[in-house]
């Protein structure tokens, strides 16, 4: 899977302010498909209207994107008992709604895919083979794989209603036979006043709403360099583990130190690293003035991050990782930092502007951050005060 690009967090709202109101958006892929695009919209406010355009439009491959839970309420089976992978594992069999005849109307398509998202929907509303294709998506959404099914599942539960987001791929009009991406997607979507999405920006907006680490321990830790307070994370979303270390009391101001776990230089302490000796210089000077912490963060991923790979790690790695956003969930846990309440996605702060590139959400260029020192190979952004 190709990098996920430095997410926006307003398109994000944007476009589950219009999945709310019943419009389809267009949502763009990771570079990993070559920036491909789908028709996503949530799949109980669906339409034989909506269909017949989306099927107008793309591949008519239609797909459902429901969680693990529903696929087993519903009987769900995959499609292959030996099919292996994130993408074709996550297909289930094909299903037609009862009594919607052939299937292969809009309208009876329509019909099996409201059913499909409908909590009040069981097994045996579906007859197997149809028309409709199944997908289910990796828990935690996603935060738990950034991919096209688990971004129009999460718009549609983002937009409080049922998880269920019906998709497919936009083809090109301009090259028959590929599927559109890049400047095409962007004419697509103004030609038909559609909001465009990207998967990072789903991550994004679910990075900033919602907690990304739990504290697990809490102990004192004697160190060569004085006293600290040694308090540990655990992500929510995956296997990484963090440790923050503080030295004195903690209010909005104390300073912040952000270290990127490196191997070579922490633990093998290569001479031609410099993280352990900037890591050791800041916790000596923390602990001189019993003020300060040192947020040690060890990202999935990003075991090996070190300084002497500056040239081989780029921002979009650690974007994707999530420093960011973990480095903020962990200081407002501690109270150096305003904690991220969830906001209302259904009444965002900046209106979808239209455009000649379809329609977007302004992103407002980050407020000037409070100064926090990172050594890191590629610094995430300093948390919003």
Same mark, same amino acid.
Not at 34 to 43: E, P
Not at 74 to 101: E, Q, S
Not at 245 to 266: Q, S
């Given at each position: 899977?190709?990098?996920?690009?430095?997410?926006?967090?307003?398109?994000?709202?944007?476009?589950?302010?219009?999945?709310?109101?019943?419009?389809?958006?267009?949502?763009?892929?990771?570079?990993?498909?070559?920036?491909?695009?789908?028709?996503?919209?949530?799949?109980?406010?669906?339409? =034989?209207?909506?269909?017949? *355009?989306?099927?107008?439009?793309?591949?008519? *491959?239609?797909?459902?994107?429901?969680?693990?839970?529903?696929?087993?309420?519903?009987?769900?089976?995959?499609?292959?008992?030996?099919?292996?992978?994130?993408?074709?594992?996550?297909?289930?069999?094909?299903?037609?709604?009862?009594?919607?005849?052939?299937?292969?109307?809009?309208?009876?398509?329509?019909?099996?895919?409201?059913?499909?998202?409908?909590?009040?929907?069981?097994?045996?509303?579906?007859? &197997?083979?149809?028309?409709?294709?199944?997908?289910?998506?990796? =828990?935690?959404?996603?935060?738990?794989?950034?991919?096209?099914?688990?971004?129009?599942?999460?718009?549609?539960?983002?937009?409080?209603?049922?998880?269920?987001?019906?998709?497919?791929?936009?083809?090109?009009?301009?090259? =028959?036979?590929?599927?559109?991406?890049?400047?095409?997607?962007?004419?697509?979507?103004?030609?038909?006043?559609?909001?465009?999405?990207?998967?990072?920006?789903?991550?994004?907006?679910?990075? &900033?709403?919602?907690?990304?680490?739990?504290?697990?321990?809490?102990?004192?830790?004697?160190?060569?360099?004085?006293?600290?307070?040694?308090?540990?994370?655990?992500?929510?979303?995956?296997?990484?583990?963090?440790?923050?270390?503080?030295?004195? =009391?903690?209010?909005?101001?104390?300073?912040?130190?952000?270290?990127?776990?490196?191997?070579?230089?922490?633990?093998?302490?290569?001479?031609?690293?410099?993280?352990?000796?900037?890591?050791?210089?800041?916790?000596?000077?923390?602990?001189?003035?019993?003020?300060?912490?040192?947020?040690?963060?060890?990202?999935?991923?990003?075991?090996?991050?070190?300084?002497?790979?500056?040239?081989?790690?780029?921002?979009?790695?650690?974007?994707?990782?999530?420093?960011?956003?973990?480095?903020?969930?962990?200081?407002?846990?501690?109270?150096?930092?305003?904690?991220?309440?969830?906001?209302?996605?259904?009444?965002?702060?900046?209106?979808?502007?239209?455009?000649?590139?379809?329609?977007?959400?302004?992103?407002?260029?980050?407020?000037?951050?409070?100064?926090?020192?990172?050594?890191?190979?590629?610094?995430?952004?300093?948390? &919003?005060?």
């Amino acid at each position: 899977m190709g990098l996920l690009r430095s997410g926006c967090p307003e398109r994000a709202r944007a476009a589950v302010e219009a999945v709310a109101a019943g419009r389809p958006v267009v949502l763009v892929g990771d570079a990993g498909r070559a920036g491909a695009g789908d028709i996503v919209f949530a799949a109980t406010v669906v339409t =034989p209207a909506l269909v017949g *355009f989306t099927v107008r439009h793309t591949s008519g *491959f239609v797909c459902v994107a429901l969680p693990a839970e529903a696929c087993d309420r519903l009987g769900l089976d995959a499609m292959h008992p030996d099919a292996d992978g994130l993408d074709r594992g996550a297909f289930r069999v094909t299903v037609d709604l009862n009594g919607t005849g052939t299937g292969i109307s809009a309208a009876a398509r329509a019909a099996t895919i409201a059913a499909l998202g409908s909590p009040a929907s069981v097994a045996s509303d579906f007859t &197997r083979p149809g028309h409709v294709v199944p997908l289910q998506v990796q =828990p935690g959404g996603v935060l738990g794989r950034p991919g096209r099914a688990e971004a129009a599942c999460d718009l549609a539960q983002l937009a409080d209603l049922p998880a269920a987001g019906a998709l497919c791929e936009i083809v090109s009009q301009d090259r =028959p036979g590929e599927l559109a991406c890049g400047a095409e997607l962007e004419r697509f979507a103004a030609e038909h006043d559609l909001v465009v999405v990207h998967i990072a920006d789903v991550v994004a907006l679910r990075r &900033r709403s919602e907690p990304q680490v739990r504290r697990v321990v809490q102990t004192a830790l004697p160190t060569v360099h004085g006293r600290f307070t040694a308090i540990g994370y655990a992500s929510i979303w995956d296997a990484a583990e963090h440790l923050a270390l503080v030295a004195g =009391p903690v209010d909005p101001a104390v300073p912040v130190h952000v270290h990127v776990e490196c191997l070579t230089g922490d633990v093998l302490r290569a001479t031609a690293c410099p993280c352990r000796r900037e890591l050791d210089d800041v916790m000596r000077r923390f602990a001189e003035a019993s003020r300060g912490i040192v947020v040690y963060v060890r990202p999935a991923g990003l075991a090996g991050a070190c300084a002497l790979r500056r040239a081989e790690i780029d921002r979009a790695e650690v974007d994707r990782a999530g420093v960011a956003a973990t480095v903020q969930w962990i200081l407002a846990d501690l109270g150096a930092a305003p904690a991220a309440r969830p906001e209302p996605v259904s009444a965002p702060r900046t209106r979808a502007r239209r455009s000649t590139s379809g329609r977007r959400a302004a992103c407002p260029p980050a407020s000037s951050p409070r100064a926090v020192r990172v050594s890191s190979p590629a610094p995430p952004a300093a948390p &919003r005060r």
